[in-house]
């Protein structure tokens, strides 16, 4: 347990050092010059609950990961947290936004699968505890059903 806990501190630490350089990289402006991004120091949340910008440039070899919840009507299903993770892994817990959404920081290519970090919602079952993007994909839509 004492080195699961200091391998899980020192990979945070590297996620959070490769984030601190990715957002200093320089990026190519429209008419093609370039300029790096600054950013003013914030408080830090105290939980991993922000959604990733959606309009980020991508680096290659990343990708853009997004969960979408929903009922069985496919109303969206708000304030799920979600996590995501491959065999070795896994991201930032994000919960789902208005439109029951998880949208994930950049991360490297690879093969993910989604699961409920708290459980399942209140009120509602689901077909699996694991769910698979599909090779290539992305996006994962998880449907639940309401319990009666």
Do not use: R
């Amino acid at each position: 347990m004492k080195n699961f806990t200091k391998i899980l501190a020192l990979t945070l630490a590297l996620t959070f050092a490769l984030c601190l350089c990715a957002c200093s990289q320089p990026t190519q402006t429209t008419d093609g010059s370039s300029t790096t991004a600054t950013t003013e120091p914030t408080q830090a949340p105290t939980q991993s609950t922000t959604q990733a910008p959606t309009d980020a440039v991508i680096p290659d070899g990343m990708v853009q990961l997004k969960v979408k919840v929903v009922d069985e009507g496919g109303n969206p299903i708000v304030g799920v947290m979600m996590q995501v993770c491959t065999d070795e892994t896994c991201l930032a817990p994000v919960k789902t936004d208005d439109a029951g959404v998880a949208t994930f920081a950049p991360a490297k290519v690879d093969e993910y699968h989604a699961n409920f970090l708290t459980g399942v919602p209140e009120g509602y079952e689901a077909e699996a505890e694991v769910f698979y993007f599909e090779a290539g994909k992305t996006e994962l839509t998880i449907v639940l059903k309401a319990v009666a």
